[in-house]
């Protein structure tokens, strides 16, 4: 089955412990993406990756950290959480001329 | 620059009424345009989409039409059910930079019997 995972689901942490989110593809996508989506805020683009070593920022980059070292593979890290950064978080990737694919979405808080 | 503005929510409707949810869009260029469904706990699913002026997107009984003039693609169903509450988001892509989208921020729909 075409998909998108993200690893893990919920996640509850305290302010400066780094951690890292995992995303995979399994669709050979050169395009990955992570959002994060807050009440009345929507979804906003945190960082993409147009293919393997090729990494960008989105709108909202500050804080995060991601590498793109397989094509599958599109990691999120958070160097030293702080409670801003308590969201819901989703990897996406999709191919030119296709829609995005989302994955089911992490939900962390960072107490 | 590139941006989607949505008709805020939440919008409640009752079972068999009309749904129209507003969508309209900055971008330059031609730009592909989407809806997004997000049903409760779940992640977004792509619902239709069209790719250039007065194509029509349609699924589900759900239809959006893609206008130029207007720069909109507003999202619209003759009859709604209670299984069609969730969180629609209205969404661009520019051909020019390879993939990025743009979403709006989401609006809200609860169908009550």
């Known amino acids: 089955e075409a998909q998108v995972t993200q690893n893990p689901r919920y996640l509850i942490t305290v302010t400066g412990k780094k951690l890292t989110v995992t995303c995979s593809q399994n669709m050979n996508h050169e395009y990955m993406s992570w959002y994060r989506q807050d009440p009345g805020l929507g979804l906003r683009q945190i960082y993409y990756?147009?293919?393997?070593?090729?990494?960008d920022k989105g709108d909202v980059p500050e804080g995060y950290k991601v590498s793109r070292k397989e094509k599958r593979n599109f990691p999120l890290i958070l160097e030293s959480p702080s409670p801003n950064q308590t969201s819901l978080y989703f990897c996406a990737s999709s191919s030119p001329g296709l829609g995005v694919v989302f994955g089911p979405g992490t939900r962390l808080t960072v107490l | 620059g590139n941006s989607v503005t949505q008709m805020e929510g939440p919008v409640t409707l009752s079972e068999e009424a009309f749904l129209t949810i507003n969508c309209t869009y900055t971008a330059t260029g031609y730009p592909s345009l989407f809806w997004y469904v997000q049903y409760p706990g779940e992640g977004l699913q792509l619902l239709l989409k069209?790719?250039?002026?007065?194509d029509k997107g349609s699924n589900k009984g759900f239809e959006a039409t893609y206008r130029k003039e207007t720069t909109s693609f507003h999202l619209e169903k003759g009859s709604v059910q209670v299984s069609d509450s969730a969180v629609y988001f209205c969404?661009?892509?520019?051909?020019?930079?390879?993939?990025?989208?743009?979403f709006g921020t989401g609006t809200s729909l609860t169908v009550i019997p």
């Open positions: 990756s147009m293919n393997v070593e090729v990494t």
């Open positions: 069209a790719t250039k002026a007065d």
């Open positions: 969404a661009l892509r520019r051909r020019v930079t390879g993939n990025q989208f743009y």
